[in-house]
């Protein structure tokens, strides 16, 4: 069972940068794609970014420009930096792991609140 686990959320001010780490109890070269995703009051879960154990990337229309999705396979790390925040990219965000691209979904995190706000 792969335990994936999120670290460094928390309160920022617009325009402001967070970078959220997902550290996995596996090799995660082993796992074909790892993402992001977030759900926000209210709303459905949804899609940040993904990338491909070949590191294609692929990013909401929403967060383009703004977000980048790596992998560090060394340390079994994916991480999500999250330049120019918007209030509106409050979430919870998840990361998630497994076999299918752009939306790994057989592996899940607890989440980490990100919040935006002055």
């Known amino acids: 069972q792969v335990q994936l686990v999120e670290s460094g959320g928390g309160l920022v001010q617009p325009g402001g940068s967070l970078r959220l780490s997902c550290a996995a109890s596996?090799?995660?070269?082993?796992?074909?794609?790892m993402g992001w995703y977030r759900q926000a009051p209210g709303k459905q879960r949804e899609l940040v970014a993904a990338i491909r154990i070949d590191s294609s990337t692929n990013y909401a229309d929403s967060v383009k420009d703004r977000f980048t999705i790596s992998r560090d396979n060394a340390k079994n790390t994916v991480y999500l930096q999250m330049n120019r925040l918007k209030p509106e990219d409050t979430a919870v965000y998840y990361c998630?792991?497994?076999?299918?691209?752009?939306?790994?979904?057989?592996?899940w995190g607890q989440g980490t609140q990100v919040t935006v706000s002055s």
């Open positions: 596996t090799s995660i070269s082993s796992i074909y794609a």
């Open positions: 998630a792991g497994g076999y299918y691209y752009p939306k790994p979904a057989n592996y």
